[in-house]
DNA sequence: CCTACCGATCGGTAGG
DNA sequence: CCTACCGATCGGTAGG
């Protein structure tokens, strides 16, 4: 009700009232945001063609034309949900493969791949990726070749990783197959898994691997002390 | 151009000119048959939403209004794809179950699952389950409700293999986890396989089962003849 | 970013 | 199953 565009930094912070969001140039990026993190909840609980721009300006706070304002179209807004989730999620997977030991096994980089596409499917920004593997058909074509790359990009790290895991015999697939399989088991959990159940995102990793490679433990295949016989 | 109407007993077939599709009562469920297949078809490629009832009706050489003739909605058909794709899908895997031999080894019981999964996902219906799989979310509740229950008892077989495979130690996560990720695995071939490409559906599963049960070869973990110890 | 608006398309229906 | 039609909603825009 008072100290309306006080977000000046002499203006002292009340604890009560939020501090109003302004219509002038430096709020442009968040209001941006905003609409995109709206239209990948609503792109996501029901997807692309049965959400209207109306419904996505409602939930930004808009009126029904204010979209446009941000984006040339409904279509460039669906694209920019994809581009932006998988340009997060690029410097995630990478951040969380730097934080890996250098000496790791492979099957520490795949556990470590597995619970990061995890995270990237059930964290905070949950709805930008299930909305590229859900509304891939609703891309154009140069929409669809945009974010390919993006996804080539994604899914890179994970080939030398199956390639090791398949020259020591714990992976028995073709390391292309198997990374379409592991990548669909893993994205399919979208369907079915609620981050608020019982199950942790960290149990959910550790079976998904056990189901990949077999028991965890250390030694391969419950064999005894007897060394594993190493492809040259 | 000639012999209109003429698919009496008495007329002579002739080589050139498909006989004429008669609009009287005989020809209703073939009719019906058209627009379900047509739906199918246009619903997975293109989606439930973006699809029109006017592209139904034309995708079947009917008027716009025609459709709602043979179903009470949109949604009604969307519904009745689901119906029936997932009872062909239960009697056509009672049907590849009962032609297993009944001694058969808990593995070849999941090989036969998993091949006929990508039959039913890729054979001449394939359009039906898949628009089950993408198009949940356009259900109603209690839409939902009925194909929830068919598929239900689509997937109540794959438990005792599940359950079978994991006390043998050959299977190492819980099997209802195990089953979700494993469909996951399957369903996700709709985004990438194609049929007409290098790889048989045969060797697809085959390649899938490699993956989760690893060497496919009769003795597990590739141990010499030494007997597995079978837990009690 | 809002107001007011446009042309197009949509699901569905009455009557035959 | 077709013809002709209705009310509602949609993506998008001009002007401010």
Not at 70 to 91: I, N, P, T
Request: charged share 20%; net charge positive.
């Amino acid at each position: 009700m008072d100290a309306q565009g006080t977000d000046s930094p002499e203006a002292p912070r009340r604890a009560r009232g939020r501090p109003r969001k302004l219509p002038d140039a430096r709020d442009e990026g968040n209001r941006r945001r905003e609409l995109l993190r709206g239209a990948a909840r609503l792109f996501r609980s029901r997807g692309f063609a049965a959400v209207s721009t109306r419904d996505i300006a409602a939930a930004a706070g808009m009126q029904s034309g204010s979209p446009f304002y941000h984006f040339e179209s409904k279509s460039a807004l669906l694209h920019a949900v994809m581009h932006e989730g998988m340009e997060h999620a690029v410097r995630s997977q990478q951040a969380a493969l730097d934080g890996v030991r250098a000496d790791a096994l492979p099957q520490e980089r795949l556990a470590a791949l597995v619970r990061h596409h995890f995270e990237i499917l059930f964290g905070p920004e949950g709805d930008f990726i299930p909305v590229m593997l859900y509304e891939w058909r609703s891309l154009t074509q140069e929409q669809r070749h945009s974010i390919a790359r993006l996804k080539a990009v994604y899914e890179a790290p994970w080939m030398p990783v199956l390639q090791a895991l398949h020259q020591q015999g714990r992976l028995c697939t073709a390391p292309p197959l198997a990374r379409l399989f592991i990548l669909g088991a893993l994205n399919w959990a979208v369907q079915w898994y609620r981050p608020d159940g019982p199950l942790s995102l960290d149990a959910l990793a550790q079976q998904a691997l056990a189901l990949f490679l077999g028991p965890p433990a250390a030694e391969p295949f419950h064999l005894p002390a007897q060394p594993l016989e190493t492809p040259a």
